[in-house]
């Protein structure tokens, strides 16, 4: 449990190194500023970073290796540590949405991983797609894992940070993929709130990794003394 924890929270730290890396390498330009000669915060979506050719036509192949890099590494240790979160069901009260936790938590680490894998220029739809199923089922595992937290007396800042991200993602499902990109302004608006609510998401993600390595050591402790009676120092 200790492990999983720990390679989700490292693999969330590379993620943001990674996509830095990727936004400093990448110069092609974006949908309102086809010929900008840099990535720019407030009209590039991070999905721009994993695009075959630029928006000017250049090939963008190192951009795209490290944010292709950086989705696998996050989405398959996000899935890897699905089974580590039933460590919160301890008194068995939310076997449900435990269950609904695991899952949701390999269905979002798929899909994150398919981000990167999947161009938006060239095969638009299945990257819709893909994405969709990543920030859906991120919002399905945050809300359950809130449920099993509650149910089970978790720390209350573990929940409550699980609450304020289920807000933020919900937000932004609702009045952003909801509401369109149809002027310039609405499509601005949608991309700065797609960093804003990824970057809440990982932020609550790594909080809860912390929570679980926790957890872990404290049941590691306990297990010891009802063994041997004496933790060795």
Same mark, same amino acid.
């Given at each position: 449990m200790r492990t999983r924890a720990r390679v989700l929270g490292t693999a969330?730290?590379?993620?943001?190194?990674?996509?830095?890396?990727a936004v400093l390498a990448y110069h092609g330009g974006s949908h309102l500023d086809p010929f900008a000669g840099s990535y720019a915060f407030r009209t590039n979506?991070?999905?721009?970073l994993g695009r075959v050719l630029t928006y000017n036509g250049r090939t963008n192949a190192l951009p795209r290796a490290l944010?292709?890099?950086?989705?696998?590494?996050?989405?398959?240790?996000? %899935?890897?540590? +699905?089974? =580590?979160?039933? $460590?919160?069901n301890g008194s068995g009260r939310a076997a449900t949405a435990t269950d609904v936790t695991v899952?949701? %938590?390999?269905? +979002?680490? =798929?899909?994150? $991983?398919?981000v990167g894998l999947v161009p938006e220029d060239r095969q638009l739809g299945p990257h819709t797609f893909v994405v969709d199923v990543a920030?859906?089922?991120?919002?399905?595992?945050?809300?359950?894992?809130?449920?099993?937290?509650?149910r089970n007396r978790a720390p209350r800042v573990l929940w409550i940070a699980n609450a304020g991200a289920l807000a933020v993602l919900a937000?932004?499902?609702?009045?952003?993929?909801?509401?369109?990109?149809?002027?310039?302004?609405?499509?601005t608006f949608a991309i700065v709130a797609q960093k804003f609510a990824v970057g809440i998401a990982l932020l609550d993600v790594a909080v809860q990794t912390r929570?679980?390595?926790?957890?872990?050591?404290?049941?590691?402790i306990g297990s010891r003394r009802g063994i041997g009676g004496v933790v060795e120092t």
């Open positions: 969330i730290a590379l993620f943001g190194i990674l996509v830095v890396l979506y991070l999905s721009d944010f292709a890099g950086a989705t696998m590494l996050v989405g398959g240790a996000l %899935a890897w540590s +699905a089974p =580590a979160w039933r $460590a919160w899952m949701s %938590a390999v269905l +979002a680490g =798929a899909g994150f $991983a398919a920030f859906g089922m991120l919002l399905v595992f945050v809300a359950a894992l809130t449920v099993v937290q509650v937000v932004y499902a609702g009045f952003v993929l909801g509401s369109g990109t149809d002027t310039p302004s609405a499509l929570g679980l390595a926790a957890k872990s050591a404290t049941t590691d």
